[in-house]
């Protein structure tokens, strides 16, 4: 089994566990391992601990510390962040100069003085090629320049939050966790973003802390709007208290109503009313099937004439320049006026009209009209019309009709004829 220590490089960075490789390790004390950016000084943050046997696996990729640190290992680290502190002097006028649109955090050197780390952030790509020449022309060492988010400046910086202690990433949080808006609602806090931001001004990690305990509640709680039993008689939910595992009841006493604070275990969720199923025996009822006699014979009828039962007539409306059908009108009389639709209907349809001239030569047994325009000249045809027009005078001043649709009914029988 080996013995396993936590041990962390950066300040509130992240713990890495390394192999102890057989060495007394306390609480704070420093030491020099091995990193993936070369070897480099760190503290013990979590104290020596013996690695189970399921982790095996796991703990044979360790890497080993390679020894706790000396006098000179530690000056050789005070070395560097006065380096560092010179370093970044130097690197903020070099930013003005190229006039580059960044803001530099902070620099880190490697252990043994071979490399220069320069932080910072910016709010898109910036070309700082020109700006690591310059500065691996000063240092005469390895360059490097990261960007990094809002986040970890904070996290490097360091500060007070709105709650009044250190901020959670610069002191004890190891991983930033995904935060939403939607934690905020849930946790009935205020969308002021003012309110639920942090220094760095995104969502505060600490919304993320009771986000399980606010989910898993609100399913055993009754949710706002519905009724409830309680000691006092039945009301209405109207707030609940997630933390508290408290609801808010308002309960009606005549016209008067009160609202009163219960703990979840002394309130009961009243059952719902199942719909009906049995058909009402009015006129007019639904039937099992959940439609009406009238609508289901209604439906088998084709869609166009539901659509024509389903309008209503162009008449109904009292708009301008139209009239209502009411009782005593005189198109309900039967008086002379406008056809009704009915009328309109029945005369929509195309009629082949002939020429009457034509049918009374056809009785008094004279050729066809066409052969009498080719035989006879222009001049004994109009005699033939005038002779047409007295004759058919006298039947319109016999029969008059009761209105233009009855007169163009019987014309269309007498060319039948």
């Given at each position: 089994?080996?013995t396993i220590?936590?041990?962390?490089f950066?300040k509130?960075?992240k713990?890495y ?6 060495l007394?390790l306390r609480?704070n004390?420093y ?12 503290q013990?943050?979590?104290g020596?601990r013996q690695s ?8 044979a990729n360790?890497?080993k510390?390679i ?8 000056q050789?680290s ?13 690197c903020?006028?070099k930013?003005?100069?190229h006039?580059l649109d960044m803001k530099?955090?902070?620099v880190?050197?490697s252990f ?5 780390l320069f ?10 090629r020109?700006l690591v020449k310059d ?6 060492m390895?360059?490097e320049?990261?960007q990094?988010?809002v986040?970890?400046e904070?996290?490097?910086l360091g500060?007070?939050g709105?709650?009044?202690?250190p901020i959670?990433?610069g002191?004890?949080?190891a ?7 939607k934690?905020?609602?849930e946790?009935?806090?205020?969308l002021?973003?003012t309110k639920?931001?942090g220094?760095c001004?995104r ?5 993320k802390?009771?986000q ?5 509640t609100r399913?055993?709680m009754?949710?706002v709007?519905?009724e409830?039993?309680?000691p006092?008689g ?11 595992e408290?609801v ?7 016209d008067s109503?009160e609202i009163?604070e219960?703990?979840?275990?002394k309130?009961?969720?009243t059952a719902?009313p199942?719909p009906?199923?049995?058909a009402?025996?009015e006129?007019?009822a ?5 439609t ?5 014979e209604?439906?088998?009828q ?5 659509k024509?039962?389903?309008r209503p ?5 009292g708009g301008k ?9 005189r ?8 056809p009704?639709r009915?009328q309109?209907q029945a005369?929509?349809?195309p009629?082949?009209?002939?020429n009457p001239?034509r049918?009374?030569?056809?009785k ?6 066409k052969?009498e325009?080719?035989?006879?000249p222009?001049?004994?045809?109009k005699p033939?019309k ?5 004759e ?5 001043k016999?029969e008059?009709?009761s ?5 163009v ?6 060319i039948n004829?």
């Open positions: 089994m080996a220590v936590g041990i962390q950066q509130n960075g713990i566990n390394y192999d102890a490789n057989g007394e609480l004390d030491v020099v391992a091995d990193t993936p950016h070369g070897i480099d000084l760190g013990v943050a979590v020596c189970e046997d399921s982790d095996e696996a796991e703990n360790l890497k510390v020894r706790a640190a000396t006098e000179k290992d530690l050789t005070a070395d560097n962040r006065a380096k560092e502190r010179e370093a970044y002097q130097v903020q006028k930013i003005a100069e006039k530099l955090v902070s880190e050197y043994d003085s071979s490399k220069a932080y910072f952030t910016a709010n898109g790509r910036v070309d700082f020109s500065l691996a022309s000063i240092f005469k390895r360059i320049l990261r990094i988010g986040r970890d904070a996290r490097m500060g007070l709105p709650c009044g202690r959670c990433c002191s004890f949080l991983d930033f966790q995904p935060v939403s808006i934690m905020a609602k946790q009935n806090l205020s002021n973003p639920i931001s220094v001004g969502l505060m990690c600490c919304l802390y009771e399980d305990h606010y989910e898993q399913k055993i009754p949710r709007g519905r409830v039993s309680t006092d039945t009301g209405t939910v109207t707030d609940l208290n997630i933390v508290k408290t808010f009841v308002r309960i009606t006493n005549g109503s009163k219960y703990a979840l275990d309130i009961e969720k719902v199942a009906r199923t049995d009402p025996a006129e007019g639904e039937t099992p099937e959940g009406q006699p009238e609508k289901a209604a439906a088998k084709p869609e166009s004439a539901r024509d039962q389903n007539p162009r008449h109904a409306k320049g139209r009239e209502a059908v009411r009782p005593g009108n198109r309900e009389n039967g008086e002379k006026g406008e009704s009915q309109n005369l929509g349809k009629v082949m009209r002939e001239n049918n009374q030569a056809a008094n047994g004279n050729v066809p009209e052969q325009k080719a035989e006879k222009e001049s004994a045809e033939e005038a002779e047409a027009r007295e058919k005078t006298p039947e319109k016999a008059p009709s209105n233009w649709a009855d007169a009914r019987r014309a269309i029988d007498s004829e």
